[in-house]
């Protein structure tokens, strides 16, 4: 599911935004929740695109591993520049 919403992005040229939350199991590992929300078939829709291990809970650390698994997806820098509308946190990310 994850690789058919990054190609209906970068092939439709969507513009999407990405919405993320930090969350520490009760074992003490830290994860970033990753979603993305974009339009598909005019309709506005949020995915649930992945859980993502982050090494600290660091501004710098969370931004690295969201670029990481961004860029993993096919969704690189310049799709970021030209498609990204949005994003939203908790503050935790510059």
Do not use: W
Not at 1 to 8: C, L, N, Q, T
Not at 49 to 61: K, M, R, Y
Request: aromatic fraction near 8%; include cysteine.
């Amino acid at each position: 599911m994850r690789s058919e919403i990054a190609k209906h992005i970068i092939q439709q040229k969507r513009t999407f935004a990405v919405m993320i939350d930090e969350s520490t199991s009760c074992s003490n590992d830290q994860s970033l929740i990753v979603y993305l929300r974009t339009l598909y078939e005019d309709t506005a829709c949020v995915y649930f695109f992945g859980l993502v291990a982050v090494e600290q809970a660091t501004a710098d650390a969370i931004l690295t591993s969201l670029l990481n698994f961004l860029h993993v997806h096919g969704l690189t820098d310049d799709i970021l520049k030209e498609q990204l509308v949005g994003f939203c946190s908790d503050g935790a990310v510059p």
